[in-house]
């Protein structure tokens, strides 16, 4: 989310700190922004705040209030928003900054073709799961037949 209005994404209305609804969007159907938003809670401090801090971009906050970003995620309403992501399918992993590194490294040390070769082997063992077989069964389905991606029908 942005400081100021705009930018892309679509959250729920939130909580006002009275019990009354706040919307997120503006009337034209834009994203508020942090700092309207907080302006609204009645959060925004007569200093100005920084959209994110280098303390908060290293996943080790060092106050409550060090930038907009903090502020707003600690906010009950603003927690309330997790939901509607998983709802949709997803789920937010918070990793370690030590993998915006380490995967992308490990992801070009692995070939093209490797990784289209377990992609196949791993599809297989998912249509012996789903055909019901379980343990050695599938691991025995897997290995004999190789042909067309499936295992045949005839094995169940």
């Known amino acids: 989310m942005n ?23 503006l009337p034209n159907g834009q994203l508020k922004g942090i700092k309207l938003i907080l302006e609204e809670h009645g959060l925004w401090p007569q200093s100005q705040l920084r959209r ?3 303390d908060c971009k290293k996943h080790s906050p060092v106050s409550e209030s060090c930038c907009a970003v903090r502020v707003l995620s600690l906010q009950p309403d603003f927690l309330a928003q997790r939901p509607l992501i998983e709802n949709k399918g997803y789920k937010k992993c918070f990793g370690m900054p030590l993998n915006e590194r380490t995967v992308p490294e490990a992801l070009n040390s692995v070939s093209l073709e490797q990784i289209r070769r377990y992609s196949c082997h791993s599809w297989r063992f998912m249509d012996a799961y789903r055909k019901g077989l379980t343990g050695t ?18 094995v169940i």
């Open 3 to 25: 400081l100021k209005p705009g930018g892309k994404g679509k959250f729920r209305d939130g909580l006002m700190p009275d019990g009354s609804v706040q919307s997120m969007h």
């Open 52 to 54: 994110i801090c280098d």
């Open 137 to 154: 069964a599938a691991l025995y389905a897997v290995k004999q037949y190789k042909s067309h991606q499936r295992i045949p029908e005839n």
